[in-house]
């Protein structure tokens, strides 16, 4: 063999030795070796050298279990509980509906509770529904779709995840005439808007039908189980899920399109007042009066329902811009001969 033979194999075996080498080490970086999970050692809380008594004093009193729930309740905010949501009181004096009608034309419906009885079928073209305080449990599904049905006139999509032992409904509204124009509808929601109406009030502002204003719901949208021989601890075992958007509303609830900051007890105040029979027209004031009206009662104001107010206004003001369509002028009639 030739000098020249011996040093074209001698370079031919150390590339070869290079590749192999190099497959080997990106294999052992892609997937380094590890301990499987089951077969690794459990913390050991009694571990002093791990968990000495002056930096995690108390540990001692929490069991693994416990800790397990508590850490699974972190990745998992709102599944895991330690008392499930609970419906918020009623407010003062309730009415189930009320119906009025705003300045420029605009409708105004209040619910509390929803009934194929008392569901009126609104006919005006700017609606404001107010849903505020509107809480009900998951056995009102088919109650809160034919609210819906009646007041949009559009069936909410829905999806229900795990066990929801909801009451489906069994027939739809009737639709809307046909010859009824374009309807602008603006929802009050609040924090105490809750139940299986925020997943279709969700799905309803996602499709175009509807425009939510006020402050996100609370995410009262799941059904809560004890866990078995875990005292104190509740886990989701179902949801209801807009179709539109298929994500899950516990603890985040549905978020308006219009976000209005005010106060708790300022949102109370106002909704109170028209509780005790006072007319919600009186809500739209200016919440900036004149110095002369210097009276707490004189500056009540409804922030939320202002706002909804003023969209439909902006809408019809909108509206009105708009150049009908233009109407051929008559032909003149030609003379019989």
């Known amino acids: 063999m030739g000098m020249r033979t011996h040093r074209k194999l001698m370079r031919l075996l150390s590339t070869i030795l290079f590749l192999v080498l190099a497959v080997d080490a990106a294999q052992g970086y892609a997937a380094p070796k590890s301990t499987p999970p089951e077969t690794q050692p459990r913390l050991n809380l009694a571990d002093r050298s791990l968990f000495p008594p002056e930096l995690y004093p108390g540990l001692e009193l929490h069991s693994p279990d416990d800790l397990l729930l508590a850490g699974l309740a972190a990745q998992y905010p709102g599944r895991i509980v330690r008392t499930p949501p609970s419906q918020p009181p009623p407010p003062l004096r309730p009415r189930d509906v009320l119906k009025t009608t705003l300045p420029k034309g605009v409708e105004y419906i209040r619910f509390r509770t929803g009934t194929r009885e008392n569901t009126p079928t609104p006919t005006a073209r700017f609606l404001i529904v107010d849903l505020r305080y509107f809480a009900t449990g998951a056995d009102s599904l088919a109650t809160c779709v034919r609210l819906c049905e009646s007041l949009t006139g559009s069936t909410p999509q829905y999806s229900l995840v795990g066990d929801y032992p909801a ?63 875990h005292a104190g601890w509740w886990r989701v075992t179902g949801e209801i899920q807009p179709a539109t958007n298929p994500l899950s509303l516990v603890g985040t609830g549905a978020i308006p399109r219009m976000r209005v900051q005010v106060a708790p007890d300022v949102a109370m105040l106002a909704w109170q007042r ?9 809500l739209l004031r200016d919440p900036f009066p004149a110095a002369r009206e210097d009276t707490a009662t004189e500056r009540i ?10 969209i439909l206004v902006a809408l019809q003001v909108m509206g009105d811009n708009v150049a009908p369509p233009a109407t051929p002028a008559p032909q003149p009639k030609k003379p019989s001969s």
């Open 274 to 282: 028209v509780e005790n029979g006072s007319d919600p027209r009186a």
């Open 167 to 229: 009451d489906k409904p069994k027939e739809a509204a009737a639709p809307p005439p046909k010859d009824n124009p374009a309807r602008h509808i603006v929802v009050l929601v609040n924090h105490n808007t809750s139940g299986p109406i925020e997943a279709l009030l969700a799905d309803l502002q996602a499709r175009g039908k509807i425009i939510l204003v006020g402050t996100p719901t609370p995410g009262h949208t799941a059904i809560f189980a004890p866990l078995k021989n």
């Open 301 to 310: 104001s409804d922030p939320i329902l202002r706002r909804g107010h003023d």
